[in-house]
């Protein structure tokens, strides 16, 4: 090429969920069978939509309004239906001007971040899901700004730690929170909601809050929406069926907007965005039309709870597993369907190996291993040896060395036979050097 063509913003754009997966695929072609723990997909690990979901859909498929156009906003009918939701729900006045549909969250994301000046930051936590904190170094192209989490709080956010960033550096515009938390698990408590809106409100930032696992939570926690503290600050929460119905395919998010009334700098920043959707025309139709049928149907409460006493099970059964093991630390999560396992990384070295017995995988791993955080290089030993496909925790803009787990399989003894078998691993890998 004549000039160079690649964006510097590009080097941020890493997401580690996804890139293990070349990992695991080159490992498959040398006869590896590979136990998918890396991606967040309920269907791909088994779960069934109940059959009155299904029987919605199939008959709004039947209609031709489905195939068609909608507002650039989203359906309006929808946005109605979704702004009484949280009027009704969190006293909060919102109209369906206030929300706006995108193509899932990763649209959704995209678009938030993108529309900010390239000197605005968005301070994010530590660990965090990979699309944010990639979104937010790339729009600035700058590496990420995070504020860390203390696991041992049950990975509640470091409140000090924060508000000292927040005020030594006045580039940040936004704090950003993921509640229910993905790699984690936690669930924040109103009082520490409470607090981050009190921050953003004395330095006059706006804040993000990532609720797509709003409705999935047990072990005693209570989801506690941003419009329910927000206030006067402004803020945008970001929702949507992928993980809720669940409906990963359908690739339907939205976000709901707070005050950009009472701030006419933050209303000019969602316009921003808006007309960004405009280029696009609109978001995918027909889970749009499928919302109001399928959260306004008497059985939709029922089918959350089932799902959330679903995954208290599974978590508290990995729980039970993982918590006996040396080496490793482990709080038992109450949202979302993850589990985030550290390691003591007084425990780790650069000699730790499993035993690879397919000659193929074990060349190519070991020489991939040598220049990798350790607990990625863990990860890919794992792959070699047991064919487990987990998530680092580096990869979730963390310092902190360990990886993520998902609740995910729907088959009980394949289930436990995967813990085990990567309990065992983690015994192995310790007290191999």
Not at 141 to 164: A, K, V
Request: a neutral charge; glycine letters at 6%.
């Amino acid at each position: 090429m004549r000039r160079n063509i690649i964006s510097e913003a590009s080097s941020q754009m890493t997401y580690e969920i996804r890139e293990i997966v070349e990992i695991a695929l080159q490992l498959q072609k040398f006869g590896i069978e590979i136990t998918w723990e890396n991606i967040g997909d309920p269907v791909q690990k088994g779960e069934r939509l109940p059959a009155w979901i299904k029987e919605v859909v199939i008959r709004l498929a039947s209609e031709d309004r489905t195939y068609g156009y909608v507002a650039t906003r989203g359906l309006l009918e929808t946005r109605m239906f979704l702004a009484e939701q949280v009027n009704r729900r969190d006293g909060c006045q919102i109209t369906p001007e206030d929300i706006l549909f995108f193509n899932g969250l990763g649209d959704a994301v995209a678009k938030v971040y993108g529309a900010l000046e390239r000197t605005a930051r968005v301070i994010v936590p530590s660990p965090a899901y990979s699309s944010h904190p990639s979104a937010e170094a790339a729009h600035s192209g700058c590496d990420p700004l995070t504020y860390d989490r203390e696991p041992r709080l049950r990975w509640m956010p470091d409140l000090d730690d924060l508000e000292r960033k927040v005020r030594d550096n006045e580039s940040i515009a936004a704090i950003l929170l993921i509640n229910p938390d993905n790699p984690t698990g936690a669930v924040l408590t109103r009082e520490y909601l409470e607090k981050i809106v009190a921050i953003a409100q004395e330095y006059n930032l706006f804040l993000v809050s990532d609720e797509i696992y709003t409705n999935i939570v047990y072990n005693e926690a209570k989801s506690v929406h941003l419009s329910e503290v927000i206030g006067c600050v402004p803020g945008i929460a970001m929702r949507g069926i992928s993980k809720e119905f669940p409906w990963p395919g359908s690739r339907c998010g939205w976000i709901e907007i707070f005050n950009q009334d009472k701030h006419p700098e933050f209303k000019k920043y969602i316009q921003c965005i808006v007309n960004a959707k405009m280029l696009e025309v609109c978001s995918t139709s027909l889970p749009q039309h499928a919302i109001p049928p399928v959260m306004g149907d008497p059985r939709y409460p029922g089918h959350l709870k089932k799902r959330a006493a679903m995954f208290e099970s599974r978590v508290n059964e990995a729980y039970d597993i993982f918590s006996k093991e040396d080496g490793i630390f482990v709080t038992r999560p109450q949202g979302a369907f993850y589990m985030s396992i550290l390691f003591d990384e007084q425990r780790l070295n650069r000699n730790q190996t499993l035993p690879i017995r397919n000659p193929q995988a074990r060349t190519f791993i070991e020489a991939q291993v040598d220049r990798l955080q350790p607990d990625k290089r863990f990860a890919y030993y794992l792959l070699g040896s047991r064919g487990i496909c987990v998530v680092p925790l580096t990869g979730f803009c963390c310092s902190r060395k360990g990886f993520r787990i998902t609740l995910l399989e729907s088959d009980d003894e394949r289930r436990i036979h995967t813990w085990n078998t990567l309990a065992d691993s983690i015994r192995k890998y310790l007290s191999s050097a």
